[in-house]
């Protein structure tokens, strides 16, 4: 190779790169607080270039009640450009997060919809309420970072549409067993429920982790065999030991419903993770409750 071609490719990609990102334009940190923060994220940021997503949290934490920021957990707030938080009461870290990274632009991405169920943060699990979450982030971005809101809006519109096709899917195989009532470990499915006209007839552990005393795993009993309760869903995120008991006492089978909390790091599989989760959210569903 000669030295002018050796002087010549570096240069060139130097250029394609500048070109790619638009004169001007600084690259920007985007953190997200967890999962389901990101998956929505790295869905509307796409392959914009200049962009990067990380997740504060690792993918495997699951949902932020209760959870307490670390040291290095605020030094990732106070490099990022951008905070992408749920809102609506999950990260309850947040009032802390502002006060040690005071500049730091948050977006919550429940903000300004309104809650069906004030006091319950879960609004993705209902996927209108994910369409809505990532029209919000999409909305904040695009605010944020004007140069790339062509890209956000973009993106964001094309994984609406996904959403949009799955939640159609969903309907026409979930209308028939509309009123069936179920029962869930962990407060994470008022929104998918009423999506669904699913009734949850129970939550057995609102807090996760939290076993429930033998009253109220008596009560709960007492519940599935008034209601005629078809199947019981513990997450896979939290086993349950009560749902255990209650299979036993009743004979109702124990199955897996997935509130998309966790998944792959990898943010090619992570973009598909939700979508990925529904899709088996469905077919769950389909045995439990299917004639
Ligand atoms: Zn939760």
């Known amino acids: 190779m000669s030295f002018r071609a050796l002087v010549l490719i570096p240069l060139l990609c130097l250029v394609q790169a500048v070109g790619a990102w638009g004169a001007g334009e600084k690259p920007l940190r985007i953190l997200t607080s967890f999962y389901p923060m ?3 994220t790295l869905n ?3 392959d914009t270039p200049g962009v990067t997503v990380e997740c504060l949290t690792e993918p495997f934490t699951g949902c932020l009640h209760d959870y307490q920021l670390t040291p290095a957990d605020l030094k990732k707030l106070a490099t990022a450009d951008l905070f992408i938080a749920n809102g609506a ?9 502002v006060r040690q990274a005071p500049k730091l632009k948050i977006i919550e991405a429940t903000k300004g919809i309104p809650l069906a169920f004030p006091d ?3 609004l993705w699990v209902g996927i209108s309420g994910a369409i809505a979450e ?3 982030i999409a909305r904040g971005l695009a605010e944020a970072d004007p140069a790339r809101a062509a890209a956000y809006e973009k993106n964001a519109a094309a994984y609406v ?10 309907h026409a195989a979930l209308d028939g067993v509309k ?12 929104y998918f429920a009423s999506e669904f006209g699913l009734k949850i007839a129970a939550v057995v552990e609102r807090e996760p982790g939290s076993e429930p005393s033998a009253g109220e795993l008596a009560a709960t009993i007492r519940i599935v065999r008034q ?10 995120q939290y086993p349950a030991k009560s749902a255990e008991v209650i299979r036993r006492e009743t004979g109702v089978p124990v199955r897996v419903l997935d509130p998309a909390v966790t998944g792959p790091k990898d943010p090619r599989q992570a973009r598909e993770a939700y979508l990925k989760a529904m899709e088996t959210n469905l077919q769950v569903l389909r045995e439990a409750l299917g004639e």
Do not use: C, S, W
Not at 179 to 190: D, V
């Open 120 to 122: 319950n943060p879960h």
């Open 89 to 97: 009461g999950m990260e309850t870290f947040l009032e802390k997060a």
């Open 161 to 170: 549409a996904k959403l949009d096709a799955l939640r159609q899917k969903m």
């Open 227 to 236: 209601h005629h309760v078809r199947a019981l869903f513990a997450e896979p």
């Open 44 to 46: 509307v940021v796409g």
């Open 179 to 190: 009123g069936r009532e179920i029962i869930t470990f962990h407060e994470a499915f008022p």
């Open 38 to 40: 990101y998956v929505m």
């Open 134 to 136: 990532t029209n919000a």
